[in-house]
């Protein structure tokens, strides 16, 4: 039943109208944004933008497209199977969507139907509260669960399963709380869920450092209490503390990069991975990452793939271990 429910949900939202912001001409190189606005996804594709413009690639200047839904579901799906052969259009993908395949939520398809051409940096998990919330630290937060996890409301991209529903899980035990208590509400992305926060509908967004920056950038309405990070981040995420100099060992690290159809020709694959390793050996490289709360990362071509079958076994044996199903190997 829920296989079939799942296949219905990705049906309607193929199908409905609205969901694409398509640039001018799909031929011109350009980026797809899996998700709404303001989320990962859109620092991943506003970085890469940037950096192939510095380097002078020759597909630059790359347009930025948003195709939402299912937290990378509908856009894996649609280049996979209606789009395959495109030469031009990159897809951000994230750790999370490397969750998402381990546990079989993107339909048929496995992380072996594309093609992957680049990481670009290492994000971080965050824990995040209003400004003028009350929790000022991670201990905060673990006397107000403790005393009754109902009635702390997290929040974040992507239902139970999700990276950020994850990332709220492994805190608590941290915590030591059943995350099984957790009250979590699902966005669709991270610029959603910060936007939960803002109005006051949730009390803890667990999210990404990045993706929080960007929004510190535009209202400082929010403050990260914690970096699931082993040491602080550069940059203007240096004053917030980590979880371990809390006392608590939480870490979480994110993948941000980007793949191709799975029908691109090999010499327009290879363009674009020599695209990427010359645009992340540029001097400005690390500094650009550093503004947007990301570290270098550089993996592309075989190296990559080697890391995305690593990883997605690792979050397969991980979910087995937090309850969650996952199909059976292929």
Not at 11 to 37: E, F, S
Not at 67 to 77: C, D, E, F, Q, S
Not at 82 to 88: G, L
């Amino acid at each position: 039943m829920k296989r079939s429910w799942r296949r219905f949900a990705l049906c309607l939202l193929l199908g409905l109208p609205g969901l694409v912001h398509a640039v001018d001409n799909p031929g011109d190189p350009h980026c797809i944004v899996p998700a709404k606005p303001g989320g990962g996804f859109d620092v991943t594709c506003k970085l890469v933008q940037a950096m192939l413009k510095e380097s002078g690639a020759p597909r630059a200047p790359l347009k930025i497209a948003y195709m939402p839904g299912g937290i990378g579901a509908v856009a894996y799906n649609v280049i996979v199977g209606q789009r395959p052969a495109e030469p031009n259009t990159l897809v951000a993908f994230s750790s999370g969507s490397l969750l998402n395949l381990a546990q079989g939520k993107f339909g048929r398809y496995t992380e072996d139907d594309v093609r992957w051409v680049a990481t670009i940096g290492a994000d971080y998990g965050a824990i995040v509260v209003p400004r003028n919330s009350s929790i000022r630290s991670l201990r905060d937060l673990e006397v107000l669960l403790r005393k009754d996890p109902s009635k702390v409301i997290f929040g974040g991209g992507g239902a139970v399963g999700s990276q950020d529903w994850m990332k709220a899980a492994v805190t608590a035990r941290a915590l030591g709380v059943d995350f099984k208590a957790l009250r979590f509400v699902a966005f669709e992305g991270g610029g959603e869920a910060i936007k939960a926060l803002k109005g006051g509908h949730i009390q803890v967004f667990v999210g990404d450092a990045s993706e929080t920056l960007q929004q510190l950038d535009v209202d400082a309405n929010v403050r990260i209490i914690a970096v699931l990070s082993s040491e602080r981040l550069p940059g203007k995420l240096q004053p917030v503390p980590t979880a371990r100099e809390q006392g608590y060992e939480i870490q979480w690290r994110i993948i941000r990069g980007v793949y191709l159809g799975p029908k691109v020709p090999e010499t327009e694959y290879r363009a674009w991975v020599e695209a990427f390793r010359k645009a992340m050996a540029m001097p400005g490289y690390a500094g650009a990452l550093e503004q947007r709360g990301l570290t270098p990362f550089p993996l592309t071509g075989t190296e990559l793939e080697l890391f995305i079958k690593a990883a997605v076994s690792e979050y397969r044996d991980m979910a087995v271990q937090l309850g969650l199903r996952v199909p059976p190997k292929r």
